[in-house]
């Protein structure tokens, strides 16, 4: 892996994880060499772990002629997110396939939706002390079962963002990220967190919430105010006591070949 050193056996690594599965899934004889040139940063809830599966599992597709479909990409992917977290969830690895917004079922079914173009991201994360295996970790702060109140109350923010990408509006995918279940129980994890929260809403976001399992923090804004919001959050860092580092971006487009030789 260029730029990072690679301490941890083949079994596991999310890259060679997903490489030896689709090897045995699919009945192929041959070996492979693997290099992977990764421009995302690692631990820090951003997706990393599904972006090296995710192209791990694009590559060997494509490297082998295998013409499989998006459901059996994802489920190939799902096997790094088991190596990394514990736990083979599609959610990280169907958007990074996938591309745009995605809803994706138990089945690994997966409807994906283009963002609003006037969609701006502004990701600021903190320079804090993480646990080791930082997202098995994470997964121990939200609770198996929800009160009523919490089951409602998370089911009505899922359904404005969807409404929100269906429709284009900024507004209601904001709204959608202010609620659910998660960020009050892992926000501990991050210090000065309501104070970024707070600062980016003042600023000019939609929404505000936890990107991943943290402990980068995700402001949802319009392209026109996006360096405005980060300056925000990052000086919402600053007068909590933390360092921190950010950018803006756009949604994704999902996995794709960029040269076959």
């Not at 079994?11 to 009945?27: C, D, H, L, P």
């Not at 597709?61 to 096997?79: H, P, S, T, W």
């Not at 917004?101 to 502004?122: E, N, T, W, Y």
């Not at 939609?206 to 980068?216: E, K, L, R």
């Amino acid at each position: 892996m260029e730029g990072l050193h690679l301490d941890t056996p083949p079994g596991k690594n999310v890259v060679a994880g997903v490489a030896s599965s689709v090897i045995s899934g699919e009945g192929i004889r041959e070996g492979v060499s693997l290099k992977l040139h990764k421009g995302v940063p690692v631990g820090t809830g951003l997706g990393s772990s599904a972006a090296s599966s995710a192209a791990a599992a694009v590559g060997m597709n494509a490297l082998f002629d295998l013409g499989l479909d998006r459901e059996k990409l994802i489920e190939y992917a799902g096997v790094g997110e088991k190596i990394a977290s514990g736990a083979a969830h599609y959610d990280n690895v169907s958007a990074a396939i996938v591309g745009g917004f995605v809803i994706v079922s138990g089945d690994h079914r997966v409807v994906g939706m283009k963002a609003p173009p006037q969609l701006a991201l502004c990701l600021a994360t903190p320079s804090v002390r993480l646990p080791k295996r930082k997202t098995e970790y994470a997964r121990t702060l939200v609770p198996k079962h929800l009160s009523l109140d919490e089951a409602v109350s998370t089911v009505a923010s899922a359904s404005m963002i969807v409404y929100g990408f269906s429709g284009g509006d900024l507004g209601w995918i904001g709204r959608g990220m202010q609620g659910g279940f998660v960020d009050p129980r892992r926000s501990v994890m991050i210090p000065g967190f309501e104070e970024v929260r707070k600062s980016a809403l003042k600023a000019g976001a939609f929404g505000v919430c936890i990107s991943g399992a943290g402990p980068t923090v995700l402001a949802a804004t319009a392209r026109g105010k996006a360096r405005g919001v980060l300056e925000s959050m990052l000086h919402g860092f600053k007068g909590a006591g933390v360092r921190s580092e950010g950018f803006v971006t756009g949604v994704g487009g999902g996995s794709r070949i960029i040269e076959q030789v």
